[in-house]
C-alpha cells in the first residue's frame, strides 16, 4: 500500500507550517494581528525620531492602530513616509493630522488629531500629514538646561558661602555649645524625672491632707452659729459703748474717780505719806517696834 505522505511531502509541509508559525511570531511580537482586518494609511513627516514599526498609533489616549513600515521619501527628502494601520472600522475626517509623541514609559508612538467638524474622510491609502511635537528632552535642552547654566554660577557662589560657613570656628564653637547645652538638659531631665518619681507623689499626698483639712474646717464653719455669733459680740460692744459713757459721766461713779481732781490729789498724797512711813520704818524701826524680853 502505497504512503498518504511521503517523506519529502511531511518535510515540506512541516516547513511550511514552521514558516507561517514564524511569520504569525514575529507580527505578534511586533503587535501585529494578521487576522484583523486593518486599512492602510500613509502619513507624511519630517522626522521619526524614536518611533518603530509596531510603535502605536492613539487618537484621545485610545489605541487605533500601529506602525507598520517606515519608508524613507527619496523624492522629497525632508519627509519620511509611515505606513500604519487603523482599525476597519475607524474612519478619518480630511484636514487630519497626525502628530509625533514621546513619553518615558511607551516610548515614540503617532497621536492622531482629528478634524471632527468636517463630514468628507480619508480614502484608504491616502497620505495624512504629519507633524513633530518637542520631545521632554528638547524641552529639557530649550528651556531647562538655559535656565540651569545661568544658575549655575550662582550655585557655585552659594556653596563657596556654605563651604566658608562650614569651616568657621564659631560654627564649631556654636556646636560645641550646643552639645554642652543638650548635656544640660539631659541632666535637667533626669533631675525632672526623679523629681516626678519621688518628690511629687509626697507633695501630692501633702496636698490631699491639705484638702482634707480644709474640708473639716468647712465642715465646722458650717456648724457655726455666725448670726448668734454676731448678736453676741454687738452685745458686748453695746457694753463696752455704756462703759465708755460712764467714764466719761463726771456725775456717775466711775466718772467722779475718772475726772475728780480732788480725789486724785488725796489718793496722790496718800500714796506718798504710805511712801514716806514705809521708809521711815525701815530706818527706824525701833521707834514703831518695841520688844520686851522676859
Do not use: C, W
Request: proline share 3%; no cysteine.
Amino acid at each position: 500500500m502505497r504512503k498518504l505522505f511521503t517523506k519529502e511531502v511531511s518535510i515540506a509541509l512541516i516547513t511550511i507550517v514552521s514558516l507561517v508559525i514564524l511569520y504569525l511570531g514575529i507580527n505578534h511580537l511586533k503587535g501585529i494581528n494578521v487576522f484583523h482586518p486593518a486599512n492602510h494609511y500613509y502619513i507624511a513627516i519630517s522626522d521619526v525620531s524614536e518611533l518603530q514599526v509596531s510603535s502605536p498609533v492613539q487618537t484621545d489616549g485610545f489605541k487605533i492602530g500601529i506602525v507598520h513600515a517606515i519608508h524613507y521619501n527619496y523624492d522629497h527628502p525632508d519627509k519620511f513616509i509611515v505606513e500604519v494601520g487603523l482599525d476597519e472600522a475607524m474612519k478619518v475626517q480630511t484636514g487630519s493630522y497626525a502628530e509625533l509623541k514621546s513619553n518615558l514609559t511607551s516610548g515614540a508612538y503617532l497621536d492622531l488629531k482629528l478634524n471632527k467638524y468636517v463630514s468628507n474622510y480619508y480614502t484608504k491609502g491616502d497620505t495624512i500629514e504629519g507633524v513633530v511635537n518637542a520631545g521632554l528632552m528638547e524641552k529639557l535642552s530649550d528651556t531647562i538646561l538655559p535656565q540651569i547654566e545661568q544658575v549655575l554660577p550662582r550655585l557655585d557662589s552659594i556653596l563657596m558661602g556654605i563651604q566658608a560657613l562650614v569651616n568657621h570656628p564659631a560654627l564649631n564653637q556654636t556646636l560645641n555649645n550646643l552639645e554642652t547645652t543638650t548635656s544640660a538638659l539631659e541632666r535637667s531631665s533626669q533631675q525632672l524625672n526623679v523629681l516626678l518619681a519621688n518628690d511629687i507623689p509626697h507633695i501630692v499626698a501633702n496636698l490631699d491632707q491639705v484638702s482634707s483639712d480644709f474640708s473639716v474646717v468647712s465642715q465646722n464653719l458650717k456648724g457655726i452659729d455666725f448670726q448668734q455669733t454676731f448678736a453676741a459680740i454687738d452685745q458686748t460692744m453695746r457694753h463696752l459703748e455704756s462703759f465708755s459713757e460712764q467714764l466719761r459721766n463726771p456725775n456717775s461713779s466711775l466718772g467722779l474717780l475718772m475726772n475728780d481732781r480732788t480725789f486724785y490729789d488725796h489718793l496722790d498724797s496718800a500714796v506718798v505719806n504710805a511712801s514716806n512711813l514705809l521708809l521711815d520704818i525701815n530706818e527706824r524701826p525701833k521707834r514703831y517696834l518695841r520688844l520686851s524680853l522676859f
